[in-house]
């Protein structure tokens, strides 16, 4: 059931009600909270319900079992490192497994050896990679002492499956989210109406921009791209990167309002990436729970930039290709997150070479040529990313050498929906604080006919044809 | 303020709830309603509201056990043997010896075993082939060339039978023509392979069964490319040799190589060598773009065709393989991504040289897929599509004059919502439509594959069923095959109607039945027209000499007694001959099915109505459609009618059939306020009555009271025009059959039809017979011959015309099912019409035959009961019966 279905939004009014009304009583507001979001995964899928079951029960016991020993580091290691292992395992095993096996089938054919890859089968589980970073996160913190270990099943399992993130995240720590959950929830009318206006949001972006996007030119393009010239190419791949953050921050504006509406405050997953002038700065803006995740969790557990050049260096390809691999079960995903890695090598090289240069001391040019390498390193890169197999990524670069210029295959409507996305982007944030402060202000009904009217205007748009979110899939 | 204006949250959600529900309901524009089915269907709408979706799970063919459903369901297979409807039509699919026989196996009856269980899991279903007739006449039919020269593998001097598909990424896999050739060449033998690629067109990608396996120097030029390729011919694709190439094929059991070839000056020279020996040699020099076949016999047992290329450039845009003896061959030019905007970028000489060196037989153009996606993204709209598909027919036309041409349009395609469930594409059906039109126009055939895939939406079910790609736009293996299927079986259902047609005009013109030796019509669905030659005398006088009154009794069931079937049919004639008014209404409550037709009917007063079907034993008589309404004393019956025909000189004659009772005094009319006085003896027994009354004017209002003591048992009123022209009476009892009527009071309809005078009998029952069991068919046998003679001793002159059931399902386990005894019941009435001197209809043969009412309800001409039409699908039922009606009466009666 996804954020923008009807029923969706009429059960969220339900439970909102509910929730405020027991709102005082800290058991049964937590156990609505839970029974909402093991209903809202299971409208999908039930079954996957058993591996956040799983993944909470073995993050209550590491995380009592640490606490009993608070002086035994190498007993809390072990079982952090316990802990880590059966929470990547699952992950491997259902998003992993199949692509190493069938890799394994391949370089058997390669070497003329008779071996058929078993076909195990295995559903991939909504949300598995957001719920095994988060719970990795946990067991982590709790090791590091950054957060206490003696959490109950309940607030365990709340954590991992809370429903305006668990399939498609943010990746919540301790801190955002479980050391929240007993504190009595408050909101006030003005926060409230900030969440709504963060909900509205999120829709427009998701549904008026990045799926009219989608639907009218990108996705035709990728799935056949020797049908298109090389500038439509280009186009195509532009518009999936302007696809790609209006659906993904739309999807994070939505998670994040609709918990602003239970009195919880979500962290930011997005900060104007486009806006970056150079690759690092471009990841310090772009999923930030993400990112920020694995600087944390990763990158400086592996030393950071603290060692030597090399190891720095070194560092950055394992933390972008694990993190690209993250993505999905294919080779794709590996050579995108690799990509990236190389990028911010040679960036960082470049860096050492000329010198970084000062907050605020680049000047325009070198702003200018380091966004504009930012952002076509971005989106060659993402042509790994969004295409879906490789023969048709090969394509797509094969179509983009022949050079062709034609432009007859991008209609009107695709013209007006790139337009739209790029002036919806490049909008000031005083005149998006000035629309929410409008929205916040409005009378009720107002602000009833505003959502309306958007209901209305995405209705119109449903012709075209529209994708689930992206990153459901990861 | 009714609302805080402040920052309210739940407010807010109460407030935006309740504005998306008052707007659902006002009447407004739908772009302006939230939830714009609201007002007609609520419950539906709410619930679906607040009903989670359910998610499109994601299926592969191997996930569904068919051979498991195909045990499950035996019976299914027997929905279209084939060979039992060749040996219906006498065209037995026996293969003539000059003819490679194509054998049989087990695999292919097990194939067409899965594919019918896959068909009726998914709600497919076996459409018919529009077959547009090519003149007045209708004597030949825009297939007729491709049947004939069927027809002609069996004669004494056979030729091949070429079909040449043209298509997009949906025959370039060939899993939807290589069934449709399997199949053919099944039922007519082989031709061979037919025209093969070089290469496959897009190189290392796609299957390699419609190609030659070559060597990687050819340069592949197609008219898809970024830069089309100009100089393309029919296949859309061309592949030059710069250096020495080859090519090679599989030739087991080929006896002919013929190159498609295109000349260039300095060209070089194709060498072919059948398993590896040298057996001509092609020389490809000449002037620039010129198209030259070449033809090369193969050695008899050859395994192996090669070309080879030397000498200079060599432009070969394939080869076509065949056998010696004839057979049918199926080309498959499919192209991914073509459009008929794309293929007008063919060399228009160099296709119609390539085309008409095929002479084929049959063009089929299946296209149009691309175009509705190309229409869902705004890049075109129908109005240009239809232009360039125009184009694309004329060039067919024009270089393939002699031969059929069919197109087959796009298939069910979906879009993924973003709830993860399944829309269809809209545009798929726009671009059916025009299609459809432009077959007519141009006289070629069309086959819906929308339709035959279950009608818009279906797209769902073929995914559920694992048959689809997750594009939602191209079929899988196994979806293909289940396609290739459907178009080949519609392909020979129509012509076996075209066979059935064909060989009775003959029989005919033998039997000098159609008087003064005129050219007889096209029988089509009408059996034994000429038993209907004194009404069309009626009907002739009528239109001629604006002479007469010519009346039509309907006597029915529900389809009768729903109105909309005899509105139309009434509609219809009127248009051309006249109209004398609305006829029969029997008395009862009000109704809104008889307002638009200007009558409006309403008691008051305690009124009880029965009928024949909730009181089988009442032992009073019935009315002619079966009811009766008694009133009680005071109670009123008040009519009017209004004939838009009319005007105030015309003069209406009004008829009150009612149940004359001893002691019981006549009703009290009056017309348009007036008393009108009836005289006349006091009733000394009970029986029907009918009075008859004139009144000026065509818009009357009657109103009758039952002055007491007793009963006052009323039938209905007639209104009609003094004036020349159509009377169609609708005399229908929902639920009944021939029987019930036969059980009626037989002397009190003989009067009430004796008032009526009518001038043909249309006698439509069978649908409620179609779901007894089998031993019942005697019971309903019997009925008639007590039928006819009531109703000829009420109306001696009067001709009949029987038309048989609509098409019935019944739901048996879940599952819809041929109803019990529905072919019986047909046989039965046609036996009937024949041995009584009645004309016949056959009007489950007009709806599409088996099944077909469960593709009307998907295009939503009937109700989901797979009884009963919706109002379209009566009136275009009725249409397709007057329309046929007229065309006998036209031939019987040429039109001066």
């Keep these: ?474 | 303020m009714l609302l805080p204006s402040g920052p309210h949250i739940g407010w807010t959600f109460a407030a935006t709830i309740s504005l998306a529900l008052v707007l659902s309901v006002l009447p407004l524009p739908d772009a302006l309603r939230p939830l714009p089915t609201l007002r007609e269907s609520p419950r539906e709408t709410l619930l679906a509201a607040v009903t989670p979706p359910t998610k499109k799970k994601v299926v592969t063919p191997q996930q569904i056990d068919w051979d498991a459903e195909v045990a499950d369901e035996p019976m299914v297979f027997d929905e279209l043997d084939l060979t039992d409807v060749e040996v219906e039509v006498e065209v037995r699919p026996t293969v003539s010896k000059s003819v490679l026989p194509v054998r049989r196996t087990a695999k292919d009856d097990a194939d067409a075993r899965r594919w019918e269980v896959i068909i009726r899991k998914v709600e497919a279903a076996h459409t018919q082939v529009f077959d547009p007739c090519l003149d007045a006449a209708c004597s030949r039919t825009a297939l007729s060339a491709y049947f004939a020269s069927l027809k002609a593998l069996r004669s004494d001097e056979p030729k091949p039978v070429r079909v040449v598909t043209i298509g997009t990424s949906l025959i370039a896999s060939d899993h939807i023509t290589d069934t449709a050739r399997r199949l053919l060449q099944l039922r007519h033998g082989s031709g061979g392979l037919g025209f093969m690629f070089v290469d496959r067109p897009t190189r290392n990608a796609g299957r390699t069964v419609r190609s030659g396996t070559a060597t990687e120097g050819w340069t592949i030029e197609k008219i898809t490319d970024e830069t089309p390729f100009a100089a393309a011919g029919f296949a859309g694709v061309g592949f030059t040799a710069l250096s020495p190439q080859t090519t090679k094929y599989d030739a087991t059991d080929l006896g002919r190589a013929e190159l498609f070839v295109v000349q260039q000056p300095g060209g070089g020279v194709i060498e072919v060598l059948a398993d590896g020996r040298s057996v001509g040699r092609v020389d490809t020099e000449g002037s620039r773009g010129q198209h030259a076949l070449e033809q090369v016999e193969l050695p008899e047992g050859s395994k192996e065709v090669q070309l080879r290329t030397r000498g200079g450039a060599v432009r070969l845009d394939g080869v076509a393989l065949e056998t010696t003896l004839p057979g049918v061959v199926l080309d498959s030019l499919g192209l991914p991504g073509a459009t008929a905007q794309v293929l007008l970028r063919e060399n228009p000489e160099l296709f119609a040289a390539q085309l008409a060196a095929r002479s084929p037989s049959l063009v089929v153009l299946m296209i149009g897929g691309n175009d509705a996606f190309d229409m869902s993204l705004n890049r075109y709209d129908a109005a240009k599509g239809r232009a360039w598909m125009q184009q694309v027919i004329e060039r067919v036309k024009a270089a393939a004059p002699d031969a059929s041409c069919l197109l087959a349009s796009p298939p069910d395609a979906g879009v993924w919502r973003m709830d993860d469930t399944i829309t269809a594409r809209k545009q798929t059906r726009e671009v059916a439509t025009y299609m459809r039109e432009l077959a007519e126009a141009n006289g070629c055939a069309l086959w819906d594959m929308q339709a035959a895939m279950g009608g818009e939406g279906a797209i769902a079910k073929w995914w559920d069923a694992g048959l689809m790609n997750r594009d939602l736009v191209h079929p899988l293996a196994l979806g293909g095959d289940v396609l290739g299927y459907l178009f080949e079986t519609a392909l020979e259902r129509a012509r076996v109607t075209h066979h059935k047609r064909h060989g009775r005009r003959v029989v005919a013109e033998r039997g000098q039945r159609v008087r003064r030796g005129q050219t007889p019509p096209p029988r089509r669905y009408l059996e034994n027209p000429e038993a209907l030659a004194p009404f069309f005398a009626r009907l002739r006088t009528l239109e001629r000499g604006h002479i007469g009154r010519v009346s039509i009794a309907q006597i029915g069931a529900s389809h009768t007694a729903a109105h909309f079937f005899t509105d139309e049919s009434r509609r219809l004639l009127a248009d051309r001959f006249g109209s004398a008014g609305r006829g029969f209404v029997a008395a009862g409550k009000s109704s809104a099915r008889l307002e638009h037709a200007g009558v409006t009917r309403s008691l008051s007063g305690t009124w009880n109505v029965s009928d024949a079907m909730k009181q089988r034993t009442s032992g009073l008589p019935w009315g002619l459609s079966g009811i009766r309404a008694d009133a009680q004393p005071g109670a009123r019956l008040v009519m009017s009618f209004e004939e838009p025909s009319g005007g105030p000189d015309d003069t209406a004659h009004l008829q009150l059939h009612y149940l004359e009772q001893a002691d019981q005094p006549p009703p009290e009319v009056t017309i348009d306020g007036t008393p009108v006085p009836i005289v006349g003896p006091p009733a000394t027994e009970t029986g029907a009555r009918v009075l008859d009354f004139a009144a000026p004017g065509s818009k009357h209002q009657v109103s009758i009271l039952n002055p007491g003591p007793g009963v006052m048992s009323l039938y209905g009123l007639s209104h009609e025009l003094m004036r020349p022209g159509i009377v169609y009476d609708a005399f229908g009892l929902p639920g009944s059959t021939a029987s019930v009527y036969a059980a009626y009071d037989q002397q009190a309809l003989a009067v009430q039809l004796n008032a009526r005078q009518p001038d043909l009998y249309v006698f439509f029952f069978g649908t409620n017979e179609s779901a007894l069991s089998a031993d019942r068919i005697e019971e309903m046998k019997a009925a008639y011959p007590q039928i006819f003679k009531t109703t000829r001793r009420a109306a001696p002159e009067a001709m009949c015309l029987i038309l048989a059931p609509t098409d019935r399902m019944s739901a048996k386990k879940r599952v819809w099912k041929e109803a019990e005894s529905i072919n019986e019941v047909i046989d039965s009435m046609r036996q009937i019409a024949l041995e009584n001197g009645c004309a016949f209809w056959d009007t489950r043969e007009v709806m599409g035959g088996k099944g077909s009412i469960d593709v009307w309800r998907k295009q939503n001409l009937a109700h989901r009961d797979h009884v009963h039409l919706t109002p379209e699908g009566y009136r275009k039922l009725a249409g397709e019966f007057i329309g046929e009606l007229l065309r006998d009466y036209d031939a019987w009666s040429p039109p001066p």
């Design chain 1, 1 to 474: 059931m996804s954020f923008h279905t009807t029923p969706f939004l009429v059960l969220l009014c339900v439970l909102f009600a509910l929730y405020w009304a027991i709102a005082r009583w800290r058991l049964p507001r937590l156990w609505l909270l839970l029974l909402a979001s093991l209903g809202f995964y299971a409208v999908w899928n039930p079954l996957p319900l058993l591996l956040y079951l799983f993944a909470a029960l073995v993050n209550a016991a590491a995380g009592r079992l640490m606490e009993r020993y608070p002086k035994d580091q190498a007993t809390r290691k072990t079982v952090m490192v316990v802990a880590v292992c059966v929470h990547l395992a699952v992950l491997v095993t259902y998003k992993y497994l199949q692509l190493l096996i069938n890799t394994v089938g391949t370089v058997s054919g390669w070497l003329h050896l008779t071996w058929a890859p078993p076909q195990l089968g295995l559903a991939h589980p909504l949300g598995l990679s957001f719920l095994t970073f988060q719970a990795i996160g946990y067991v982590v913190d709790v090791y590091w002492k950054h957060t206490s270990g003696r959490r109950s099943l309940l607030h365990q399992l709340l954590f991992l499956t809370f429903f305006p993130r668990v399939v498609s995240g943010p990746i919540l720590r301790a801190s955002d989210l479980l050391e929240k959950l007993d504190h009595r929830p408050t909101l006030s009318s003005f926060d409230g109406a900030q969440a709504l206006f963060r909900i509205t949001q999120g829709l427009a972006k998701k549904l008026l921009l990045a799926d009219v996007l989608g639907g009218s030119f990108v996705n035709p393009v990728f799935s056949n791209p020797t049908g298109y010239s090389a500038l439509e190419c280009v186009i195509a791949a532009v518009g999936y990167t302007l696809q790609l953050y209006f659906d993904f921050s739309g999807y994070s504006d939505i998670a994040i309002g609709i918990a602003g509406l239970f009195g919880i405050k979500f962290p930011e997953n997005f900060n104007k990436p486009y806006h970056a002038t150079d690759l690092f700065s471009f990841w310090n803006r772009w999923h930030l729970t993400l990112s920020t995740w694995l600087r944390d969790y990763l990158y400086r557990p592996l030393g950071g930039n603290q060692g030597s050049k090399l190891q720095t260096l070194r560092n950055t390809m394992i933390v972008m290709s694990l993190g690209g691999l993250w993505h999905g079960g294919d080779w794709r995903f590996l050579i995108w997150g690799a990509l990236h890695g190389l990028f911010l090598v040679l960036w960082r090289i470049w860096w050492w070479v000329v010198g970084k240069p000062k907050k605020g001391e680049s000047g325009l040019l070198r702003d200018v040529a380091g966004w504009f390498v930012m952002f076509n390193a971005v989106v060659f890169a993402r042509i790994f990313f969004r295409a879906d197999n490789m023969t048709l990524a090969v394509d797509m670069f094969r179509q983009l050498g022949t050079l062709t210029t034609s432009l007859a295959r991008v209609s009107a409507l695709t013209w007006g929906s790139l337009v739209a996305c790029i002036v919806f982007y490049a909008l000031p944030k005083p005149l998006f604080d000035k629309s929410q402060a409008f929205f916040v202000r409005s009378p009720v009904l107002v602000r009833a006919a505003l959502l309306v009217g958007l209901a209305l205007l995405v209705r119109q748009f449903s012709s075209i044809e529209s994708q689930p979110y992206i990153y459901l899939q990861y």
